[in-house]
């Protein structure tokens, strides 16, 4: 999906006799013309196959590993522009009310830190009886991110500007930006902290897998995961 900016720039005067009794009120905006494209691998689909359920751990968190994929970002001119993601299914992460020491997904930050809480991680599908079977982390890895064709810089802001109407950019040394679409991503040229116009950019995903201990669960048929998240575009 796509965010683009449309605003007008409006300026509307009244006036009267006098002078002193005329004010102006001004609106305004921009306008950007921007049509960058976001593509997903593999057609934005990830597969970690079948799960046994006799196979996993009633007491422990089950790690279910690691899978890859890219999101890859084609501008028709260079344009400056980041990307936010949301959790679809995040009434199902079973994260989100279970603590670190329940529940957690190993190696899913790029610096290999390990993920925990709804902040984030996404849901990934409820069993029939709507217990929620787990979760998934997506960490970008910061060293393959190529930009121009060139490799780039990973930088991160959330997504509100200050009172100059300027994001507050930031070095992504984790990999992981917040779900909900609460921080924006984009890519610079390495030592530099502000967004680079780019016709093309390519981040590299470290997509992990986790499962709840199955003692929170009462299936003994089969589960489905059915993960989903919306990454949107925003023009810089």
């Given at each position: 999906?796509?965010?683009?900016?449309?605003?007008?720039?409006?300026?509307?005067?009244?006036?009267?006799?006098?002078?002193?009794?005329?004010?102006?009120?001004?609106?305004?905006?921009?306008?950007?013309?921007?049509?960058?494209?976001?593509?997903?691998?593999?057609?934005?689909?990830?597969?970690?196959?079948?799960?046994?359920?006799?196979?996993?751990?009633?007491t422990?968190t089950?790690?279910?590993?690691?899978k890859?994929?890219?999101?890859?970002?084609?501008?028709?001119?260079?344009?400056?522009?980041?990307?936010?993601?949301?959790?679809?299914?995040?009434d199902?992460?079973?994260?989100?009310?279970?603590?670190?020491?329940?529940?957690?997904?190993?190696?899913?930050?790029?610096?290999?830190?390990?993920?925990?809480?709804?902040?984030?991680?996404?849901?990934?599908?409820?069993?029939?009886?709507?217990?929620?079977?787990?979760?998934?982390?997506?960490?970008?890895?910061?060293?393959?991110?190529?930009?121009?064709?060139m490799?780039?810089?990973?930088?991160?802001?959330?997504?509100?500007?200050?009172?100059?109407?300027?994001?507050?950019?930031?070095?992504?040394?984790?990999?992981?930006?917040?779900?909900?679409?609460?921080?924006?991503?984009?890519?610079?040229?390495?030592?530099?902290?502000?967004?680079?116009?780019?016709?093309?950019?390519?981040?590299?995903?470290?997509?992990?897998?986790?499962?709840?201990?199955?003692?929170?669960?009462?299936?003994?048929?089969?589960?489905?995961?059915?993960?989903?998240?919306?990454?949107?575009?925003?023009?810089?």
């Amino acid at each position: 999906m796509k965010k683009v900016i449309l605003a007008a720039a409006i300026a509307v005067a009244t006036s009267a006799a006098c002078a002193d009794s005329s004010v102006v009120m001004k609106v305004q905006g921009k306008m950007n013309n921007a049509s960058c494209t976001p593509e997903l691998s593999n057609g934005g689909s990830i597969n970690f196959g079948t799960i046994a359920l006799d196979q996993l751990s009633p007491t422990q968190t089950n790690q279910m590993g690691q899978k890859d994929m890219s999101l890859t970002i084609r501008c028709p001119s260079p344009t400056k522009v980041a990307w936010s993601i949301a959790d679809n299914k995040e009434d199902s992460n079973a994260a989100a009310h279970l603590s670190s020491s329940e529940f957690y997904i190993r190696d899913a930050m790029d610096n290999g830190n390990d993920a925990w809480g709804a902040g984030t991680t996404y849901g990934v599908g409820k069993t029939d009886a709507g217990e929620n079977i787990g979760a998934y982390a997506i960490s970008t890895r910061i060293n393959e991110v190529t930009a121009n064709g060139m490799p780039a810089q990973v930088i991160y802001a959330p997504a509100y500007t200050n009172a100059k109407g300027e994001y507050m950019w930031r070095n992504l040394s984790t990999g992981v930006i917040a779900n909900g679409n609460a921080e924006i991503e984009t890519a610079t040229t390495p030592g530099k902290m502000s967004p680079l116009a780019v016709t093309n950019v390519v981040y590299p995903f470290k997509v992990s897998l986790a499962i709840v201990n199955t003692n929170r669960l009462t299936t003994t048929d089969e589960a489905q995961l059915s993960g989903e998240t919306t990454i949107t575009l925003i023009y810089l």
